[in-house]
């Protein structure tokens, strides 16, 4: 019940494209959604976070959309470059983010040029 | 800007030694945290520590793992007697004194190779 499933595993998407990557999860406790950006060598970093209150959040090309009733949240990568290569991770926490993250498997994004 | 360092980038072992993994967080950050990164896998969260002492941990953190603050600016991870299993990135992670973990603060990890 602490799982929290990602997907595709890995993802490759032409330049100026749209990439999408889906989480689910089962914990209903959750209420903390954030994903998080590996770049090669680097430790993960935040990229952008959600809250079940609403059901989307935009910061510049990024957008996270969340759907409390199937358990689900994905993350949007409108006009993909291929600087947003990366490794993304989304997780979940309960406590309104004051407890322990749960990760998913990543996701390896390569954008082609 | 204010990041979390982490030495050594890699180690490499032997089966049934000692390994211990070093952390300066971020220096006002009071919460600290251990995750770990089999290659191709999840991040893993190992355990989290506040206030000297540890406030949660995974059933992964078992009796062979250990933590410790031994100064004002250190955050240690011990492995008494590494397995082949334990191979994975370890990374390092504070947040600020709230303990609100919606962001960590990531170091870029110490790759651990036991052979």
């Known amino acids: 019940q602490q799982q929290v499933k990602q997907s595709p595993q890995s993802l490759i998407v032409q330049k100026g494209g749209i990439s999408i990557i889906n989480c689910a999860y089962e914990n209903t406790a959750f209420d903390y959604f954030p994903w998080y950006q590996q770049f090669p060598g680097k430790g993960p970093a935040l990229l952008i976070a959600i809250r079940p209150d609403v059901s989307e959040k935009k910061e510049g090309r990024f957008t996270i959309s969340f759907n409390k009733s199937a358990k689900q949240f994905s993350l949007h990568i409108m006009d993909s470059q291929p600087g947003d290569s990366a490794t993304y991770f989304c997780?979940?926490?309960?406590?309104?983010?004051?407890?322990?993250?749960?990760f998913g498997k990543g996701t390896m994004l390569l954008v082609s040029p | 800007e204010p990041e979390v360092t982490q030495t050594p980038s890699h180690q490499v072992t032997q089966m049934g030694q000692e390994v211990i993994l070093r952390c300066v967080p971020i220096?006002?950050?009071?919460?600290f945290y251990w995750y770990r990164q089999i290659l191709g896998q999840k991040v893993e969260f190992l355990v989290s520590f506040y206030n000297n002492e540890i406030s949660e941990k995974s059933e992964i953190f078992d009796d062979q793992f250990s933590v410790e603050r031994p100064d004002g600016s250190n955050f240690t991870l011990k492995i008494r007697s590494t397995k082949l299993e334990d191979s994975a990135m370890y990374f390092c992670?504070?947040?600020?004194?709230?303990?609100?973990?919606?962001?960590?603060?990531f170091g870029e990890g110490s790759r651990l190779t036991v052979l």
């Open positions: 220096s006002n950050h009071l919460y």
């Open positions: 992670a504070s947040s600020d004194g709230q303990g609100y973990t919606g962001e960590l603060f």
């Open positions: 997780a979940a926490s309960p406590n309104s983010g004051y407890s322990t993250l749960t």
